[in-house]
């Protein structure tokens, strides 16, 4: 009985621990930045990259140049020591590609854009930033969405209008 009551402490103490690693790990810090070495970086999916899709970008400059594109803008601010953050990288990918010319999908490091995140009053990450066609910010969430729940998001936003 003794051992299994010490087991279950144990198990407590590391799921108090692992929760309390993802929490810090996914709250910016003021101070804190991300070496170059954990920015966030995808595999190269093809050479050629369809048109209208970014998926992993450092620089700002390419939300702006996204906004004037026409279409809809999907931003995720995040980090790459984030773990919902990270969860969130294929699901990004992967929409770019089945909306390429529908949408732009930028993944923005917080650290490195924290005049944007500031901006859009981040206070957890990922945070999910979408914009209409016009560039125009619609609406705002916080913590990682799934593929179906992003799209139901984007389809109830009417983006497109």
Known sequence: MKERTSLLIITAKLAILFILLMIIGCIPEEKATAPKALQPTLPKMSQAKPKGIKITTMDIKELDTALKAGVPVIVKLGSD???PCRMMN?????????????????NLDIYENR????????MLIPTILFY???????????????K?????????????K
């Open 81 to 83: 020591r984030c773990l």
């Open 90 to 106: 294929p699901v990004m990918a992967e929409l770019a590609v089945e909306q390429d010319g529908k949408a732009v999908f930028l």
């Open 115 to 122: 005049e944007l995140a500031k901006e859009a009053g981040v």
């Open 132 to 146: 209409d066609k016009h560039g125009k910010p619609k609406a705002k969430a916080e913590g990682g969405m799934s």
């Open 148 to 160: 179906e729940q992003l799209l139901k998001t984007i389809e109830d936003l009417e983006l497109n």
